[in-house]
């Protein structure tokens, strides 16, 4: 005697499914249309520090002087990265602007 499928192989079921299908037609979706973005050239990195004030310096060769954007008008314009360092409690970050906008 065959054993009964038990993984939907009821017969009757299915042609009703594949009846409503062709009844309903397919629907046509439309493509998204993508645009590329910009190719944005981006200038050498550099060292920003945040302490936790949200005061942030960058280094100018010798000394660590008050850098005049914050870390978030950075990351509205360039990339930043978070280095996992800390140092004296302040936070490190690698800081690139676009070339153009420097």
Do not use: H
């Not at 870390?71 to 004296?88: M, S």
């Amino acid at each position: 005697m065959v054993k009964k499928n038990q993984y939907g192989g009821g017969s009757g079921n299915r042609s009703a499914k594949r009846q409503a299908r062709t009844e309903r037609g397919a629907e046509v979706r439309e493509v998204p249309v993508y645009v590329r973005k910009e190719v944005v050239e981006y200038g050498k990195p550099f060292i920003v520090m945040e302490d936790s004030e949200k005061n942030t310096f960058a280094y100018d060769g010798s000394a660590w002087v008050p850098y005049g954007k914050s870390i978030a008008d950075c990351k509205a314009n360039g990339q930043v990265k978070a280095l996992p360092q800390k140092v004296n409690g302040k936070t490190r970050y690698e800081v690139r602007q676009p070339v153009a906008a420097r």
